[in-house]
């Protein structure tokens, strides 16, 4: 019976263990396989290249840059013994003279123990160019190709800006402090586009739990990414990047930005914000231009009067007695930055002389019993709503009304102002853009056009925000108040009426400590100097904003942002042929005498001349250079021979590269600005497909 009952057990036992090996067999077979190649075998995402980033003209402001990561399957069967020995010292050596991080005995020790372990997948570098991996494919036992010789190549790519810093903040970058991959910017904004579709590859674990691909050419491709084609132009971009370190720099500034807009289009042609870092240099350390709201000052004051004007509350010639420049609203007193105290003047000597108790007695008096009107006008020119930007990060403006919890009865005065009101800079910019417009408010824009394989596949045409701002009859008398600012009033220190004019407004706020109850009554701490306009005024063409926070020697906008404006302004104008359009001349021995030689004012006038003629040529053969003695600067004919290299030095980027690449040289550059330095010696025989190296300087 024992033998029996043992018998029958062991029969049971073995017939379970056939029915589990049926049972996996044939119900979780597919499952369990499943689970093994997971741990064997697995797909990997491949790397989609990012799109580029460009300029208005096509030039790379972000780009991807492909870099690759090499491994070697030392112990490939395709590698015998005997032809590893042969080759090891060999391609030892040529790794440590192209990487220059371990000695030829150093690879060979890294080579042989690999060999002696089995490895399949030895790193041999991180990181290295195309260039480099160029070189690799030539060296011994790699030239037998990417099976035969044990070669492992996975790519991915680095982003890169051309142009370094330049507009860094808008164009942006990865956030390196997220846990995530994200981007700021348009990187961030147009990732989707940018980003592409992620190809896939098989892998299979091998020794040191390292994946290995099982074949290169195993995946599903990716897709690489779509092209922004940005508004920015390089160098408009560049020059008030320029413009405004320096004046951040003479003030000891905390911080600042330049905003420059096509005043038809919207489109940003540059935008530079620029922040103090602790070491005292200035980089993009945030986008104030979009992201900063704070209270504007002065510069609301346009607003103001576009709300009354339109109201018909006032008129040009409206008399205001603003006394000596004082005024007490319910036992807050409000006074005027400079002196004013004129008695009676009219509401366009206010405006002009930027009157803070002027244009507070105008605005009290019109909307004192209906404040909610005040409001309302304020509303329609849509100052109370985000501009709906095509980059992240906008600020949100706030206008109170009479419902708000912070109104109180000093608040209409101060809001007449600009103060208990918070926009950003270009928000500001947005509304003198119109004015400039002809009523028409339009949304800035910092993105043209979207493109696939070199071929648009969308376009971002001029939006309307507000068809018309105001009445025609109202827009010519805030036209005459702009201009009044310049020529008479607070900002006639950059008076241009020699080749152009400009309109705009200065501003100077007090900002508050705690950036919420405003400066009406509380402790001011910092200054805000700002100028907003447009130019050339006949024809407006461009509109900009200046801002400079927290100067430390001078404050008021005049000072400190309109001389930024004026600088920034006169460049463009001469160097735009859209701006202006000059009958040729003839310049042999044109001659431009200054009485005090060395001035800075004389220097930038004659140079501002001698570009607009310049400008009039027509031929890469029609050139000049400028003679400068002590009585005059002289404008003499400069001949470019064919065959020879001609002078560039001096010469901005533009006219060097239009010069040089139409005698057929192909050009390289280092830096930003002017050319200082040329590769190829003036005089010097040269030949079609020549390579020249400039490199550019501020000067």
């Avoid at 020790?109 to 570098?125: K, Q, S, T, V």
């Avoid at 950003?424 to 800035?444: D, E, W």
């Avoid at 105001?470 to 020529?487: D, F, P, Q, W």
Wanted: net charge positive; proline share 4%.
């Amino acid at each position: 019976m024992r033998v029996y009952l043992v018998y029958i057990a062991i029969l049971l036992f073995g017939m379970a263990i056939i029915g589990k090996a049926l049972f996996i067999q044939y119900f979780e077979g597919k499952e369990l396989m499943k689970n093994a190649q997971k741990k064997e075998m697995n797909w990997f995402e491949v790397e989609a290249m990012r799109g580029n980033i460009c300029a208005d003209d096509g030039t790379l402001l972000a780009t991807s840059i492909p870099i690759f990561d090499v491994r070697m399957d030392v112990n490939s069967e395709n590698i015998d013994d005997d032809f590893f020995n042969q080759n090891v010292d060999s391609l030892a050596s040529n790794l440590s003279r192209l990487f220059r991080d371990r000695s030829p005995s150093g690879y060979k020790d890294l080579l042989w123990e690999a060999r002696r372990n089995g490895e399949r997948y030895l790193l041999i570098r991180r990181d290295i160019t195309y260039n480099e991996l160029k070189q690799m494919r030539r060296f011994p036992i790699f030239k037998l190709g990417k099976y035969k010789g044990g070669l492992i190549v996975l790519p991915h790519f680095r982003r890169e800006l051309p142009f370094k810093d330049l507009a860094k903040r808008t164009i942006g970058y990865e956030n390196e402090e997220s846990a995530q991959k994200v981007f700021v910017g348009l990187e961030g904004s147009f990732t989707k586009n940018l980003q592409g579709v992620n190809g896939r590859r098989l892998m299979r674990r091998v020794a040191g739990n390292n994946w290995m691909p099982i074949d290169i050419d195993n995946q599903v491709e990716p897709q690489n990414g779509q092209d922004i084609i940005t508004s920015l132009d390089i160098n408009m971009q560049d020059l008030a990047e320029s413009a405004l370190q320096k004046e951040l720099l003479a003030d000891s500034a905390d911080h600042g930005c330049v905003i420059i807009m096509e005043v038809r289009t919207g489109f940003v042609k540059a935008i530079a914000n620029l922040g103090r870092t602790a070491q005292g240099t200035f980089e993009e350390l945030f986008n104030y231009a979009i992201g900063e709201c704070t209270e504007p000052g002065s510069t609301f004051k346009l607003a103001s009067f576009l709300v009354a004007l339109e109201d018909k509350k006032i008129d040009l010639n409206t008399p205001i007695a603003t006394g000596n420049g004082v005024r007490i609203y319910h036992g807050r007193k409000m006074e005027d930055s400079h002196k004013i105290g004129l008695g009676t003047i009219t509401a366009q000597q206010v405006f002009e002389k930027s009157s803070n108790v002027g244009t507070s007695m105008m605005i009290v008096a019109s909307y004192d019993d209906e404040p909610q009107k005040y409001i309302d006008g304020l509303y329609r020119l849509s100052l109370n709503k985000p501009l709906h930007l095509q980059i992240g990060g906008e600020g949100k403006p706030y206008i109170k009304n009479t419902k708000d919890k912070w109104w109180s009865a000093v608040s209409l005065p101060w809001m007449s102002i600009g103060y208990e009101v918070a926009l950003s800079p270009l928000q500001i910019l947005t509304l003198y853009n119109a004015v400039a417009n002809n009523g028409k408010m339009v949304r800035p824009l910092f993105v043209k056009e979207i493109r696939k394989n070199g071929l648009p596949i969308q376009t971002f045409s001029p939006e309307v925000i507000v068809p018309s701002i105001c009445s025609k009859a109202t827009l010519e008398n805030v036209r005459t108040l702009l201009e009044g600012v310049v020529e008479r009033g607070t900002a006639n220190g950059i008076a241009n009426t020699m080749y152009y004019k400009i309109a705009g407004k200065t501003g100077t706020a007090m900002i508050a400590a705690n950036n919420r109850g405003y400066a009406a009554g509380t402790k001011q701490v910092k200054y805000k100097g700002s100028f907003v306009g447009y130019f050339p005024v006949d024809h407006p063409k461009y509109s900009m904003m200046v801002v400079v926070y927290d100067p430390r020697k001078r404050y008021y906008g005049a000072s400190v942002a309109a001389p930024v404006f004026r600088e920034i302004s006169d460049k463009i104008f001469a160097s735009s042929q859209d701006v202006q359009n000059p009958p040729p001349v003839d310049t042999a021995g044109f001659s431009i005498p200054f009485a005090n030689a060395g001035k800075e004012k004389d220097l930038e006038e004659v140079y501002t001349l001698l570009k607009i003629k310049v400008k009039s040529f027509s031929s890469p053969s029609d050139w000049a250079k400028p003679f400068v003695d002590k009585t005059a600067v002289t404008l003499l004919p400069q001949t470019i021979v064919n065959g020879t290299m001609p002078n560039v030095t001096g010469m901005g980027i533009k006219d060097a590269l239009f010069l040089l690449e139409q005698m057929g040289l192909k050009v390289m550059v280092n830096g930003k600005g002017a050319v200082v330095r040329q590769s190829i010696l003036p005089g010097s025989l040269i030949a079609k497909g020549s390579i020249v190296i400039l490199d550019l300087a501020s000067v």
